[in-house]
């Protein structure tokens, strides 16, 4: 029971921490679906955090694909 408790705590900041990326990056302009994809589906809490940090200094989406090595598809 703990460890299910605890794979739902860590997929919940998971799903905060990519929201709050696009959250961000909405602010920006409107991001498509492949991006929006692309983030929500990450896995890794310490590269979102990255992401995190590197859309809250981008000036634009693509300067954010590009600081982040995300190509659009």
Known sequence: FERL????KAEGKLEDRAEA???LLEDLG???DSLK???LEQNDLEL???WLKVAARAESI???ERTVGLVQV
């Open 48 to 50: 979102l955090r990255k």
């Open 62 to 64: 693509e300067e954010f």
């Open 37 to 39: 994809t692309c983030i």
């Open 30 to 32: 409107e991001l498509s």
């Open 5 to 8: 408790l605890n794979k739902e």
């Open 21 to 23: 990326v696009i959250e």
